[in-house]
């Protein structure tokens, strides 16, 4: 492979465009396990975000994308994201661009666009010509990074791209026509084009690598501002009164033009002196210094943005930390939006027509002003949290913890006790933005988290526990992410890395090494360092940290620790002594990252390795696996494609050999313990996954952009095996559910647009698989553990029928399900309940849901027990026992659960006498006319009406918590009775 990073940029014109065919690896049919289905949670606090553009002409509607977080659109001024491009093979957006000349012309530039130490990279440029609603792809595949995309104004299918390249290697170009390179070591960061001649552009190359170990940067004499003014046929550097690279140590650039006066150029400049603002009043032929502040463009290398009002060539906004504004062509500036310890502004669009309205992106999301920046729309409404790995807690509901870029922890209850998962379930927990973040596994209201913190939930308070406290401390190295994890056999014993890995079992009071340092004491500067590996920035010395621990579940001896400059090390006896079993292929290749190590549940010699190249320009999958304690490994990537960067794999702790891995794409899954892999992406959109945990029967991930994700009840990947598709029906027997209930809300909903996040499934779920199409009706039956019906669903039962003279918008209402006689694997959720009471008016409740309120009343609650479920097609029954458990945080007895159900049960029966009698009394009072029997019939019909309504009212009091009737309920049930009674007296 030729180790180059990308410089380039690229003139296109649309009628050359070749769309290559998307690669798919499935070991099976992809269609078996289309009903399993991923769900968000949330966090919705935004992640970082680079790309935007808005129409001028339809104000409200902005186009944005997430680093990693794909693209989204809104029609509302940000009030609320949709996303448009989840079914595309990457998520990682740098740029975005409209067409002037035609808004529903689109192009979006992948990969990130920046030089920096967590980065993601794309495979090109996408274009939709309606608004987003389908995209093609366009080209420039091993571009891997493309910063900014200029349209023509005139011309919707003439644009320049800038490619910045990978920030660790390869060049390339397919379909475009390269108009513009300097050498293999300089990409294309910034391009803009002269609102008054769209032939006149400005381009900025930018000289910079990443090194493959974490905070690593090289620089080179490459950068610069260049210009053509024949619409990208020849350029020429205009450079004069710019810092230079020999003398001052010039970086990346940031440009713009002012709309009304094109003569007016602006620029962002790193460099180590005479670094600022710049400005330019002769078309870039000559520039000054005009603002040397460093806040205004504060680190440039990561933001670099400027622009000028559309109507005042004096009035200029730059993002950095803070974003600015000055009045006064650049002299003097005012902070306009920011927070302490910065809100990291990567973008800035105003519109030329409302120039009050402006977008500015950030490494928080993205928000909208309509007022000229008095106030902004909210970035708590977008799921594109950056989650660096995942962990799960022992509270009930779990909750779903992690580090978020930017942001700094969240733990978030994995369902929400009102329906869904609003903000109202999340909190921070003390831990860093780039950190683990580890729950006490006997006390999960203590949370230990980054380098190294602990949070008590019940204070709120952190306390700062790291072994090194202040650094930098000697023979102590830690980077921005660094392994903190429990011990899967004594819940006392908490683990730390850094160099060395520490333990503790007080808590973080002390804390003791047991190893020495695990990394590498010298190598040689991988191939792709290129130029830069003889420089003092690449000179061999101690760099690396330990990246990775596996505890064995099977052996509290046995430790596996894993190196982000590619070596591999095990205990087996607590630390006292530990033996290099790096695998051959990473010996002599370092900085190969071992991104996560797993150690297996079945077998304490067998442990999973996965190896993250990215850094050293290799996009190649890599996981490694040994079963004789790292004496042997094999590289186990069969159906993995090419660009599958793996940085997890985990071993379910429930199937020998049933194995996930999280790629820089997808999640894929394999049975047969790595010998052949398949995506298991199903419904999920493109995005990193940094990690994944299996919490019971549940997979847990941690995207890096697209928030946390869970796939509830993975049972029917631990069952279902190649002999069992064989057979004409399987019914699998369904994982332990719990009487939960759907919402505990007694106040009015939250709005339909607030974000939120989705609960699980509503009650038990139920896995069968038929091989070909039922010939009849297929049934369902759960039986109660006397044998008794408890409910029945039928493939031909018509759907439930929504309350009539409903006074709701629809789309407050639960879907009706379907038992479906299709042939494949098919998921049916029970809702725990018995058959719906006899109420003659059914309604919705007020604690509504977004499209998931049920009907109520709903059936009397199934009690805790162990029921039966029957699944019966084509002649033959199938059964599976389903136990059904108690919310743990419920105190209430079984006796009171049972006096609970009798009692609900004795009032839906009193509720069915009255509605069958009351449809009598209808009935006959249809068939007489006007008179004393009619009036007689009126008022019975009122009477039994009446009845019912107080029946159903004390029938939901009994039912509304998990307790014991009262004593006054228990009296109004036979006051009711009574009174039934009397009221169907002959």
């Given at each position: 492979?030729?180790?180059?990073?990308a410089?380039a940029?690229l003139?296109?014109?649309?009628?050359?465009?070749s769309v290559a065919?998307?690669?798919?690896?499935?070991?099976?049919?992809p269609g078996?396990l289309?009903?399993?289905?991923?769900?968000?949670i949330?966090?919705?606090?935004?992640?970082?975000?680079?790309?935007?553009?808005?129409?001028p002409?339809r104000?409200?509607?902005?186009?944005?994308?997430?680093?990693?977080g794909g693209v989204?659109?809104?029609?509302d001024?940000?009030?609320?994201?949709?996303?448009?491009f989840?079914?595309?093979?990457?998520?990682?957006?740098?740029?975005?661009a409209?067409a002037?000349?035609?808004?529903?012309v689109l192009y979006?530039g992948?990969?990130?666009?920046?030089?920096?130490p967590?980065?993601s990279t794309g495979d090109g440029?996408?274009k939709s010509?309606?608004?987003g609603r389908t995209w093609?792809h366009?080209?420039?595949r091993?571009?891997r990074?493309?910063?900014?995309?200029?349209?023509?104004?005139r011309d919707?299918?003439r644009l320049?791209?800038?490619?910045?390249?990978?920030p660790y290697g390869?060049?390339g170009?397919?379909?475009?026509?390269?108009?513009?390179?300097?050498?293999?070591?300089t990409g294309?960061?910034?391009v803009?084009l002269?609102?008054?001649?769209?032939?006149t552009?400005?381009?900025?190359l930018?000289?910079a690598?990443?090194?493959?170990?974490?905070n690593?940067v090289?620089?080179?004499p490459?950068?610069?501002v260049y210009?053509?003014?024949?619409?990208?046929t020849?350029?020429r550097?205009i450079?004069?009164?710019?810092?230079?690279?020999?003398?001052?140590g010039l970086?990346?650039?940031?440009i713009?033009?002012?709309?009304?006066?094109?003569?007016?150029?602006f620029?962002?400049?790193?460099?180590?002196?005479?670094a600022?603002l710049y400005r330019?009043?002769?078309?870039?032929?000559s520039w000054?210094?005009?603002?040397a502040?460093p806040r205004?463009?504060?680190r440039?290398?990561?933001f670099?943005?400027v622009?000028?009002h559309?109507?005042?060539?004096?009035?200029v906004?730059?993002a950095s930390?803070?974003?600015?504004?000055s009045?006064?062509g650049?002299r003097?500036?005012?902070?306009?939006r920011?927070a302490?310890g910065?809100?990291?502004?990567?973008?800035i669009?105003?519109?030329?027509?409302?120039?009050?309205?402006?977008?500015?992106?950030?490494?928080q999301g993205v928000?909208i002003?309509v007022n000229?920046?008095?106030?902004?729309?909210?970035?708590?409404?977008q799921?594109?949290?950056q989650?660096?790995?995942v962990?799960?807690?022992n509270?009930f509901?779990y909750r779903v913890?992690g580090?978020?870029?930017?942001?700094?922890s969240?733990?978030i209850?994995s369902?929400g006790?009102?329906?869904q998962?609003t903000?109202?379930?999340?909190?921070?927990?003390?831990?860093?933005?780039?950190?683990?973040?580890a729950a006490?596994?006997?006390?999960?209201?203590i949370v230990?988290g980054?380098?190294l913190?602990?949070y008590d939930?019940?204070?709120?308070q952190?306390?700062?526990i790291a072994p090194r406290p202040?650094?930098?401390a000697?023979?102590?190295?830690?980077v921005r992410?660094?392994p903190v994890?429990?011990?899967?056999?004594?819940?006392?014993?908490?683990y730390?890395?850094?160099?060395v890995?520490?333990?503790?079992?007080?808590?973080g009071r002390?804390w003791t090494?047991i190893?020495?340092?695990?990394?590498?004491?010298?190598?040689?500067?991988p191939?792709?360092?290129?130029?830069?590996?003889?420089?003092?920035?690449?000179?061999p010395t101690p760099?690396?940290?330990?990246?990775t621990l596996?505890?064995?579940?099977?052996?509290?001896?046995?430790?596996w620790a894993?190196?982000d400059?590619?070596l591999?090390h095990?205990t087996?006896?607590?630390?006292a002594?530990?033996?290099?079993?790096?695998?051959?292929?990473?010996?002599?290749r370092p900085w190969?990252k071992?991104s996560?190590?797993?150690a297996?549940?079945?077998?304490a010699?067998t442990?999973?390795?996965?190896v993250?190249t990215?850094r050293?320009?290799?996009?190649?999958?890599?996981?490694y696996?040994t079963?004789d304690l790292?004496r042997?490994?094999?590289?186990?990537?069969?159906?993995?494609?090419?660009g599958?960067?793996?940085?997890?794999v985990?071993e379910?702790?429930?199937r020998?050999?049933l194995l996930?891995?999280?790629t820089e794409?997808?999640?894929?899954v394999?049975?047969d313990?790595?010998e052949?892999?398949?995506?298991l992406?199903?419904?999920?959109?493109a995005?990193s996954i940094?990690?994944?945990v299996?919490?019971?029967?549940?997979?847990?991930?941690?995207t890096?952009?697209?928030?946390f994700w869970i796939?509830?009840?993975i049972?029917?990947?631990?069952?279902?095996?190649?002999a069992?598709?064989?057979?004409?029906?399987?019914?699998?027997?369904?994982q332990?559910?719990w009487r939960?209930?759907w919402?505990t809300n007694?106040?009015?909903p939250l709005?339909?647009?607030e974000?939120?996040?989705?609960?699980p499934?509503?009650?038990?779920?139920v896995?069968?698989?038929?091989k070909a199409?039922?010939?009849?009706r297929?049934s369902?039956e759960?039986?109660?553990?006397?044998?008794?019906?408890?409910?029945r669903?039928?493939?031909d039962?018509p759907?439930?029928?929504?309350?009539e003279?409903r006074?709701?918008p629809?789309?407050?209402?639960?879907?009706p399900?379907a038992?479906?006689g299709?042939?494949?694997?098919h998921?049916f959720?029970?809702d725990?309940?018995?058959?719906p009471?006899?109420?003659?008016?059914?309604?919705?409740?007020?604690?509504?849901?977004?499209?998931?309120?049920?009907r109520e009343?709903?059936?009397?609650w199934?009690?805790?027990?162990?029921?039966?479920?029957?699944?019966?097609?084509d002649?033959?029954?199938?059964?599976?026992?389903?136990?059904?458990?108690?919310?743990p945080?419920?105190?209430?007895?079984?006796?009171?659960?049972?006096?609970?159900?009798?009692?609900?049960?004795?009032v839906?029966?009193?509720?069915?006498r009255?509605?069958?009698?009351?449809?009598?009394?209808k009935?006959d009072?249809?068939?007489?006319a006007?008179?004393?029997a009619a009036?007689?019939l009126?008022?019975r019909?009122?009477?039994?009406?009446?009845?019912n309504?107080?029946?159903?009212?004390?029938?939901e009091i009994l039912?509304?918590a998990d307790a014991?009737?009262t004593a006054?309920a228990?009296?109004?049930?036979?006051?009711?009775r009574?009174q039934?009674?009397k009221?169907?007296a002959?």
């Amino acid at each position: 492979m030729t180790m180059r990073p990308a410089a380039a940029i690229l003139l296109w014109f649309l009628a050359t465009a070749s769309v290559a065919p998307a690669a798919r690896a499935e070991s099976y049919d992809p269609g078996l396990l289309r009903e399993l289905r991923w769900r968000m949670i949330g966090p919705h606090r935004g992640g970082r975000t680079k790309a935007a553009a808005g129409i001028p002409d339809r104000p409200s509607v902005f186009y944005v994308g997430a680093c990693n977080g794909g693209v989204w659109k809104t029609d509302d001024y940000g009030r609320t994201w949709t996303p448009i491009f989840d079914d595309q093979p990457t998520g990682s957006i740098g740029a975005i661009a409209i067409a002037p000349s035609n808004p529903d012309v689109l192009y979006v530039g992948s990969g990130e666009g920046l030089q920096r130490p967590d980065l993601s990279t794309g495979d090109g440029i996408y274009k939709s010509t309606d608004g987003g609603r389908t995209w093609r792809h366009l080209g420039l595949r091993e571009g891997r990074q493309i910063p900014q995309i200029a349209v023509d104004p005139r011309d919707p299918n003439r644009l320049l791209v800038a490619v910045l390249g990978s920030p660790y290697g390869t060049d390339g170009g397919e379909t475009f026509q390269k108009v513009l390179y300097r050498d293999e070591d300089t990409g294309a960061v910034d391009v803009v084009l002269d609102p008054a001649d769209p032939r006149t552009a400005y381009a900025v190359l930018w000289e910079a690598r990443q090194a493959p170990w974490e905070n690593g940067v090289f620089n080179g004499p490459g950068s610069g501002v260049y210009k053509t003014t024949d619409g990208g046929t020849t350029w020429r550097p205009i450079v004069k009164g710019l810092p230079t690279f020999a003398d001052d140590g010039l970086g990346r650039i940031g440009i713009t033009v002012a709309p009304s006066n094109p003569r007016r150029l602006f620029a962002t400049v790193e460099a180590k002196r005479k670094a600022g603002l710049y400005r330019s009043d002769d078309a870039g032929e000559s520039w000054g210094l005009i603002n040397a502040d460093p806040r205004v463009t504060d680190r440039a290398s990561d933001f670099a943005e400027v622009k000028v009002h559309p109507q005042d060539p004096d009035t200029v906004f730059t993002a950095s930390i803070v974003t600015w504004k000055s009045t006064d062509g650049g002299r003097t500036f005012t902070a306009l939006r920011g927070a302490p310890g910065g809100d990291d502004y990567h973008r800035i669009w105003i519109n030329p027509r409302q120039p009050d309205i402006m977008l500015i992106a950030a490494d928080q999301g993205v928000i909208i002003t309509v007022n000229g920046g008095r106030s902004w729309s909210s970035w708590y409404n977008q799921p594109t949290a950056q989650l660096y790995h995942v962990s799960t807690d022992n509270a009930f509901p779990y909750r779903v913890c992690g580090g978020q870029q930017e942001s700094g922890s969240v733990c978030i209850q994995s369902r929400g006790d009102d329906g869904q998962i609003t903000f109202r379930e999340w909190h921070p927990v003390g831990a860093e933005e780039y950190g683990y973040v580890a729950a006490d596994p006997l006390d999960p209201d203590i949370v230990y988290g980054g380098k190294l913190s602990r949070y008590d939930r019940r204070t709120n308070q952190t306390q700062t526990i790291a072994p090194r406290p202040v650094r930098p401390a000697e023979g102590y190295r830690v980077v921005r992410t660094e392994p903190v994890l429990f011990s899967p056999t004594d819940p006392h014993t908490l683990y730390f890395a850094s160099n060395v890995v520490w333990k503790t079992g007080d808590g973080g009071r002390t804390w003791t090494a047991i190893s020495p340092d695990l990394t590498r004491k010298t190598w040689t500067a991988p191939p792709n360092v290129g130029k830069y590996r003889g420089t003092d920035a690449a000179r061999p010395t101690p760099r690396g940290v330990i990246y990775t621990l596996a505890p064995s579940p099977l052996d509290g001896k046995r430790i596996w620790a894993g190196t982000d400059d590619g070596l591999i090390h095990v205990t087996t006896d607590g630390g006292a002594s530990w033996t290099d079993v790096t695998p051959a292929a990473l010996r002599d290749r370092p900085w190969s990252k071992v991104s996560l190590l797993e150690a297996s549940h079945f077998d304490a010699g067998t442990a999973y390795a996965a190896v993250n190249t990215f850094r050293l320009d290799d996009l190649r999958p890599h996981i490694y696996r040994t079963r004789d304690l790292g004496r042997t490994w094999a590289e186990i990537t069969a159906g993995l494609p090419d660009g599958a960067v793996v940085n997890a794999v985990r071993e379910d702790p429930g199937r020998r050999g049933l194995l996930f891995a999280g790629t820089e794409q997808a999640v894929h899954v394999s049975f047969d313990d790595g010998e052949s892999w398949q995506s298991l992406r199903l419904n999920m959109p493109a995005t990193s996954i940094r990690d994944l945990v299996i919490k019971d029967d549940d997979l847990v991930v941690g995207t890096h952009g697209r928030s946390f994700w869970i796939l509830d009840d993975i049972t029917p990947l631990r069952q279902l095996t190649p002999a069992s598709l064989q057979e004409a029906a399987v019914l699998l027997r369904p994982q332990e559910a719990w009487r939960y209930r759907w919402n505990t809300n007694t106040d009015t909903p939250l709005p339909p647009d607030e974000p939120a996040g989705q609960n699980p499934p509503d009650g038990a779920i139920v896995h069968y698989f038929l091989k070909a199409p039922a010939t009849g009706r297929v049934s369902l039956e759960v039986l109660d553990p006397s044998g008794a019906l408890v409910r029945r669903y039928q493939s031909d039962d018509p759907p439930e029928p929504p309350v009539e003279g409903r006074n709701i918008p629809d789309y407050w209402i639960r879907p009706p399900q379907a038992l479906s006689g299709q042939p494949g694997l098919h998921r049916f959720v029970w809702d725990l309940h018995h058959p719906p009471p006899a109420a003659a008016v059914f309604s919705y409740p007020i604690s509504a849901v977004l499209r998931d309120t049920p009907r109520e009343p709903r059936g009397p609650w199934a009690v805790p027990g162990t029921y039966t479920v029957r699944l019966s097609v084509d002649g033959r029954a199938l059964s599976q026992p389903l136990r059904v458990k108690l919310d743990p945080r419920v105190k209430s007895s079984a006796e009171d659960l049972r006096a609970q159900f009798e009692r609900s049960m004795d009032v839906a029966r009193e509720m069915a006498r009255t509605r069958d009698a009351l449809g009598r009394v209808k009935a006959d009072r249809a068939r007489v006319a006007e008179g004393a029997a009619a009036d007689a019939l009126s008022v019975r019909a009122t009477t039994l009406s009446d009845l019912n309504a107080r029946l159903v009212t004390l029938y939901e009091i009994l039912q509304e918590a998990d307790a014991a009737p009262t004593a006054a309920a228990l009296e109004a049930a036979e006051t009711l009775r009574g009174q039934v009674a009397k009221a169907l007296a002959p």
